[in-house]
DNA sequence: CGACTTATTGATGCACTTCAAGCGACGTGG
DNA sequence: CCACGTCGCTTGAAGTGCATCAATAAGTCG
């Protein structure tokens, strides 16, 4: 079975089967990190790329009042950072929220893979900026919405990237974050957080049972949010559009 | 005099006269533009790569309920994007707010120029990694902090941002937002932007004329709302620890 | 089973939004 | 040259949405 971030780059553009084998070649030193470990902190100056393979990990700051800020919600195929390398050091950490399989990619494998396989070096272009894109779609969340379409936001952008992993089965996924952690990423209280839960439970959009999402209906709870999945750019799953850009056999080096 | 550009690169690592002779060659066909013009709609596909040379421009995104969130703030030696072409299309809009000069670089050189300078490769890349940083401490920003220090942090990164491309003198910079604008990145609206700008203003920390900020006390403000520079990555301005990687001369070309 | 974390609910108060009106600066046209 | 419109800033008044504090219930892990 293909790893979850083989598929996601998939989502971006077909891969051939060397540069399918060659992400594969990536992942080795798998490792088992409990909920709630750091995996990056704060000044660190990392030497390898770490892969999340399976569970949720998130970015965050602590202010200095003590409150924590997530800022990113790094789920099975993302990367914590790509070319950290080049600034100084982390400027934020990075935690777990689940327990999760991470992989440690030394700098040198991720340049010389990206160096023969021009489509995988796109396509990890692709992965930074759609980072960028979330990034700044979290911001019109938290600035622009309402705390209940704010958090149906969240949901909906979760079903689409955990979908394009593979995650999703009948519109459920498994979501770990507590109430407490959904409100240190949207910027509200916890006890707000579940009260507004409870309204869009009322209204029929969602369900949890047992860390386990489900969204009861798609199309009405994206309505509700006016979620836009453009910025995700998305274009070979189903929910991206299918664009006819015929690849005329890629030209992948081999 | 060199330009905006060069000097942001330069605050982040020097560059031979190779180099700078290099980005110099980037920069022709500059326009000017008025303000509150688009530079790039959403939906489209650029492509060349936008650089602001002078005043200030803003991405931005418009909610169904016809409020603008504003995402990022564009001043000289900005680029709009770096590397959009991956992607399908924009999925938000670039307005200016000021008047503009703008420059229009076909991607191709950029290509070329980052090929044939490894530094002003690894400079592009310490830009967008920059951009994403921002994002996310604005992100912190908005999620973590009271409107009060929220705006002073504003401010203290346009200070720093400003500095490092030589656009302030005594703690004094051109400042083209109107109160709606600030409003529209913070998520506040504009009555208590005015309210709190008028709490600072009684503080002592800033004072406004004539379109152009002065912080009456820099240490005060920094205090005020917290704000730890790092996530800037600047090392090579008064601000940044300069480490000592001893260069031989600054090599300022001047 | 007992300790601890997470979810839920109530009560209280204030910070922020919204609506509204007035003011000064600026530009335009009669 | 002054009348007028527009735009940005300022201030007031009113309502409420959200935070905070606090206590209980439910779930989870040893």
Known sequence: MQHALTR?????????????????????????????????????????????????????????????????????????????????????????????????????????????????????????????????????????????PRIAHLFCELLMRLEAVGRVTDNSYAFPLTQTEIAETMGLSDVHVNRTWGDLRVLGLIHLKQRVLTILDVERLKAFCDFTPNYLHLRNTRWGERRDLSWPGRAEGG
Chains 1, 2 share one sequence.
């Not at 780059?9 to 540069?19: I, R, V, Y």
């Open 8 to 148: 996601k780059l998939e989502s971006f553009e077909p891969l051939s089967d060397q540069a399918r084998w060659a992400l594969n070649g990536l992942v080795i030193k798998v490792r088992q990190v409990g909920a709630r470990q750091d995996l990056i902190q704060e000044g660190d100056k990392p030497e390898n790329v770490l892969l999340i393979l399976d569970g949720f990990a998130c970015r965050y700051k602590v202010l200095p009042g003590g409150q924590r800020q997530i800022m990113a919600l790094l789920v099975p195929g993302d990367f914590c950072d790509l070319n950290v390398f080049i600034l100084d050091e982390m400027d934020h950490a990075i935690g777990t929220i689940s327990t999760c399989q991470v992989v440690d990619i030394p700098r040198q494998a991720i340049d010389e893979t990206a160096t023969h396989h021009a489509s995988i070096a796109r396509a990890f272009w692709w992965c930074s900026l759609v980072d960028g894109a979330v990034l700044r779609e979290w911001l019109v969340n938290i600035g622009g919405r309402l705390p209940a």
